[in-house]
């Protein structure tokens, strides 16, 4: 009986095809070079932007310090003021020019005078213009002022919001930017009445500031000024009454 050695060699299923050749195979297929970019276009390039503007807002709120001051509270009134005085937008190149908020040589006068009969003698001043992002120098820090509009409630009524950053890790120098920025509007206020009306919300809005008169200065009937101050004086002594009941005082 005959035996043989026989030397097995294993075959693989597949075709040996070099590297260079597998990618210059795949290259040949017609429109994959367009898939690959409409591919890199549609998800990498989107997700490098995202990405970036992630680390850009993460930037910010860790350099910046920010505050947002709504129409409706008396510290967007206190900030307006202020701005108003600052020397930076005598030489901004984008303004808004109000008559509203007007520096005077003592103090700002801000005012919601809408009678136009003397609008030729009114100061005017400027302001940083809505809708743009400005820079200003408050104590060698670099501040951000930015105001935007926006309609809310059911009557779209004009909504307007400031926003301050503030290059600075220190809440002190917020405070003190908002300390003085009441200061400016209690100076502003000096010698003046404000004038406020309910809007639609039942929340008191300031309408107007007008001078202090005294009281010799108003002429009425006989007893009527007496009964317009008794009146009055029985009004703010009531406060806790309307506040048991709920009413807005």
């Known amino acids: 009986m005959n035996s043989s050695n026989a030397t097995s060699t294993s075959v693989s299923p597949f075709p040996s095809i070099p590297i260079s050749g597998f990618f210059a195979s795949l290259l040949s297929i017609p429109g994959l070079l367009d898939y690959a970019k409409l591919l890199l276009m549609g998800t990498v390039i989107p997700f490098l932007q995202q990405t970036f503007a992630w680390a850009q807002t993460r930037a910010a709120s860790i350099l910046f310090l920010t505050a947002c001051f709504q129409e409706d509270d008396p510290a967007f009134h206190w900030m307006m003021v202020w701005l108003a005085q600052h020397p930076a937008w005598r030489r901004a190149r984008d303004v808004e020019v109000s008559t509203r908020t007007v520096p005077d040589s003592s103090s700002a006068r801000y005012c919601f005078d809408d009678d136009d009969a003397d609008a030729s003698s009114r100061k005017f001043s400027y302001l940083p213009s809505p809708k743009n992002q400005h820079w200003m120098w408050y104590k060698g820090r670099y501040v951000s002022v930015c105001r935007s509009k926006e309609s809310t409630g059911y009557f779209g009524r004009q909504e307007e919001t400031l926003v301050i950053r503030i290059l ?21 206020q000096s010698g003046q009445i404000g004038i406020y009306a309910s809007d639609g919300n039942n929340d008191w809005r300031h309408i107007a500031s007008r001078p202090k008169r005294s009281l010799k200065s108003i002429v009425l009937e006989p007893g009527v000024k007496e009964d317009l101050l008794e009146d009055a004086q029985e009004f703010l002594e009531s406060k806790e009454w309307y506040n048991d009941r709920g009413i807005p005082f």
Do not use: F, G
């Open 168 to 188: 600075t890790w220190d809440h002190a120098l917020l405070n003190e930017v908002l300390r003085e920025a009441r200061a400016t509007y209690k100076s502003a």
